[in-house]
């Protein structure tokens, strides 16, 4: 399988790193329009380690027009790992040249764009898959996993914290211009929002409580999503940290007897505190969210049976939720999700 990466910042690298490392897979191109981007292993950084460095160029092709890319090189699959804004066309050009594509999060900018994305994948007949990988990243699985046995309860509340100082570490760049990133909500709280859909699925209504800065759009939510249970799910995000706070993402899920506590910057980050017993962090999954979204992705084009972790439309949902976020905050109201 030969693949191309469209967009060589801090996540083409972390694409590459992960596609690397299947095997029958070459990454055979590599486009950016920006001619450093590919040599200059310093030119991007990121919230998570994992991104490569120093890039063996000796066997792929680079490129700076993804049209180009496509004209030449025979790829099966491409990685777009480009600015927001660039999600909806660059992934709608790759389906229409016959490529399965796996496009980062968030899907689009808007639900129209999202829409016109779904619908170019129906017409290829080529797999797209948008890059939620906390669906992927072993502690959030192994939380639903939990859930899901029954052991330990019904869900009693469920709380999910995603905070960065991206609005200062990337002051000036597409990241803090909202028409291009989609602002915090699209680019960070929307991780949690989207395993907040895939945990407990589509909530009736959501509520949401931010801070819109003036120039750099809602910087700062916390949201309730509301369904016909009484159990409290709620998430916060926020890009304001300052540098030298970094970054965090931890949850927290209280069921009828047991606590599930993850804190990405503690050992063991994953703790179960069960009714009458010790503490203990269960077994993972091998590997981290963006390898094994990868490998995912790999065998849905092969084929191979696998149960379902990530649609385009459930992507597209996650989008219709933080948008009715967003609303909530402007109107002051909860919204009801259509
Ligand atoms: N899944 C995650 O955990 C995660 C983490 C960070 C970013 N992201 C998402 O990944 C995407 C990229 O973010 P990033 O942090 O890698 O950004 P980045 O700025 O580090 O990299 C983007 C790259 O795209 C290149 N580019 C811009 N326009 C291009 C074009 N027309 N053709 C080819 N290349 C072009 C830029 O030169 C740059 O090298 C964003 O949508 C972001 O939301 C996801």
């Known amino acids: 399988m030969k693949v191309g990466i469209i967009g060589f910042g801090f996540m083409g690298r972390m694409h590459y790193r992960c596609w690397k490392a299947m095997e029958g897979v070459e990454v055979a191109a590599i486009c950016d329009a920006d001619p450093h981007a590919v040599t200059d292993p310093n030119k991007n950084k990121g919230n998570i380690a994992g991104a490569v460095g120093d890039v063996d160029l000796q066997n792929i092709s680079v490129y700076s027009d993804p049209s180009k890319m496509f004209a030449d090189k025979k790829l099966d699959a491409v990685s777009i790992t480009v600015p927001t804004f660039l999600h909806a066309p660059w992934t709608i050009k790759a389906l229409e040249a016959g490529l399965h594509v796996l496009c980062e999060k968030p899907m689009a900018l808007n639900l129209s764009e999202g829409k016109a994305m779904i619908d170019a994948a129906k017409r290829s007949g080529k797999v797209l898959q948008i890059g939620h990988c906390i669906r992927f990243w072993p502690e959030y699985v192994k939380a639903k996993d939990i859930i899901e046995s029954g052991t330990y309860g019904r869900v009693i509340a469920a709380t999910f914290q995603r905070l960065a100082a991206t609005a200062r570490s990337k002051e000036g760049s597409w990241f803090s211009n909202e028409a291009k990133s989609g602002g915090m909500v699209l680019d960070l709280h929307i991780h949690d929002t989207d395993f907040v859909q895939y945990l407990f699925g589509m909530p009736g209504s959501v509520c949401s409580h931010g801070v819109t800065i003036p120039g750099a759009g809602l910087s700062h939510v916390v949201t309730h999503y509301c369904y016909s249970d009484d159990k409290l799910v709620t998430a916060e995000g926020g890009w304001e940290m300052m540098p030298s706070f970094g970054f965090e993402m931890r949850f927290l899920i209280a069921l009828e007897k047991a606590t ?20 203990f962090t269960p077994p993972l999954g091998n590997g981290d969210g963006y390898s094994r979204q990868i490998e995912y992705f790999v065998r849905i084009i092969r084929g191979e049976s696998v149960p379902s972790v990530i649609t385009s439309q459930q992507a597209l949902d996650s989008l219709r939720i933080v948008e009715a976020e967003r609303e909530s905050v402007q109107k002051g109201k909860r919204v009801n999700i259509a």
């Open 260 to 279: 599930i506590s993850f804190d990405h910057r503690r050992q063991p980050t994953l703790k179960v505190c069960p009714v009458g017993g010790e503490v």
